[in-house]
């Protein structure tokens, strides 16, 4: 009768160091998971800054260029506005397109 008391006693000695190690593990999980959390947002959002400034730098990348280079060619070969207005409407194409291309979703393992 003894060794049953002896074995319901270490067992429930066992559950109660069961129960805090566990309260413990619980404590330590939560306090890793507030640190992750904020980091998972700025990363979120710094994703999205970085693909709309590039996106934004693409575009006008390829409206300033192409506006240049027409000017330059009116300039040189004497057809002012009309070059101009011809490879400002191309950039403008280019620039959307390359917004397009910037920001669109990636497939997986495309990179």
Known sequence: MSDDNEE????AALNARLEKLNAALRKVDEEQAAE???????????RAMRVGL????EFVGAVLV?????WQADQWLGTTPWLLIVLLGLGVAAGFWNVYRVAKPKAPGED
């Open 8 to 11: 319901d006693a270490e067992r």
């Open 36 to 46: 992750v959390a904020p980091r998972t947002e700025r990363k979120g959002f710094t």
């Open 54 to 57: 590039n996106a934004f730098s």
């Open 66 to 70: 192409s506006a240049f280079i027409g």
